[in-house]
């Protein structure tokens, strides 16, 4: 439960920054289109590896 709750925390504080500092994003200009272009497979990439990590962990502790 206290995990769920510091999740959803987290999140909500992420959202709420997001939300305030959008101004200060759009400032940044053209070069930063093409970070927030590559931005969703970064993360798409990297949530990725760390769920075959972690599947590779477990089936590792299940075999041994």
């Known amino acids: 439960m206290a995990f769920s ?3 959803a925390a ?3 504080a992420i959202g709420i920054l997001l939300v305030r500092f ?3 994003l759009d400032r940044l ?3 930063a289109r093409h970070w927030q272009r590559l931005l ?3 993360s798409a990439v990297i949530v990725t590896v760390l ?3 972690i599947a ?3 089936l ?3 075999v041994s």
């Open 51 to 53: 769920g075959v990590g």
């Open 22 to 24: 959008r101004g200060g």
């Open 40 to 42: 969703p497979l970064v």
């Open 5 to 7: 709750l510091g999740l």
């Open 60 to 62: 590792m502790s299940y």
């Open 10 to 12: 987290v999140l909500i």
């Open 56 to 58: 590779l962990k477990g």
């Open 29 to 31: 200009g053209k070069p």
